[in-house]
């Protein structure tokens, strides 16, 4: 099955972003994905809202924002006005589930498409009371904060519970998975049934960017 693959801006090199971002596109890849962190849910920094307007728009990229941020429903206006085009907030930001179909409605009354993503230690029955509602469902396969870490491979069996949930519900929702994906792992996750791989060291700082890209697909 095809896979899309989503490369992870945070492993980018900063002082060249236009000429990175341009060998996501050039190397036929759909997405870019954008890895916002606050510092409170996660404990890293990474950027926000201004690198994304000066970003979104200027490249023919899917903009698939990933908000590693405790204060989902204050700032998913600003993500949404700055250009994302898919806005995943996580599961673990909120005590109650209207306040999450709250945040997928804000998503999508903009018109842009609505992801929630899981921890690792997160089980997949969570997602039931909104899986219908739901353009992407983002399996953390490492714990959120940081590039580079190494795959765990309890993701692949929440892929294959996913893919089932989904279909016994005849949700839409598209299955992203977002850690440690390498020429090893990221066929292993589109085996286990994911739609879209995100990869960040495995694909940045190396010279053979579009080889790797299709090792990931499988082509
Ligand atoms: C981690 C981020 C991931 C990370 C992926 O919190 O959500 O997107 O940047 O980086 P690699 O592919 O290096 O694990
Ligand atoms: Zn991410």
Redesign the pocket.
């Known amino acids: 099955m095809k896979v899309e693959v989503s490369p ?1 801006l ?2 980018a090199d900063f002082r060249f972003l236009d000429r990175e971002i341009k060998q996501v596109s050039t190397s036929g890849c759909k997405y870019l ?1 954008f ?1 916002v ?1 606050d510092g409170a849910f ?1 404990p ?1 920094i990474s950027f926000g809202v201004p690198v994304l307007a000066s970003l979104a728009g200027n490249y023919p990229l899917v903009f698939d924002v ?1 908000i ?1 941020i405790k204060r989902v429903l204050k700032y998913i206006p600003a993500f949404l006005a700055a250009g994302a085009d898919i806005v995943t907030f996580h599961y673990e930001a909120f005590r109650k589930v209207e306040q999450i179909k709250k945040a997928v409605a804000m998503i999508h009354s903009a018109g842009k498409k609505a992801g929630i ?1 899981i921890k690792p230690h997160t089980s997949i029955e969570v997602l039931s009371p909104f899986i219908k509602e739901l353009d992407l469902v ?1 399996i ?10 190494k ?1 765990d491979p309890k993701a692949l069996e929440k892929i294959r519970e996913l893919k089932k949930l989904i279909a016994a519900n005849e949700s839409q929702a598209l299955i992203e998975v ?5 020429e090893i792992t990221g066929p292993q996750a589109r085996k286990a049934g994911a739609n879209i791989l ?6 940045f700082g190396h010279d053979d960017f579009q080889a790797r890209v299709e090792k990931l697909r499988g082509e």
Not at 140 to 149: D, N
Not at 178 to 182: A, E, F, H, L, P
């Open positions: 992870s945070l492993a994905h890895d962190m996660v890293n990933h590693m993503s983002l953390m396969s490492v714990e959120p904060g940081f590039g580079g870490q795959f977002d850690g440690g994906i390498n995100v990869a960040g060291s495995y694909l």
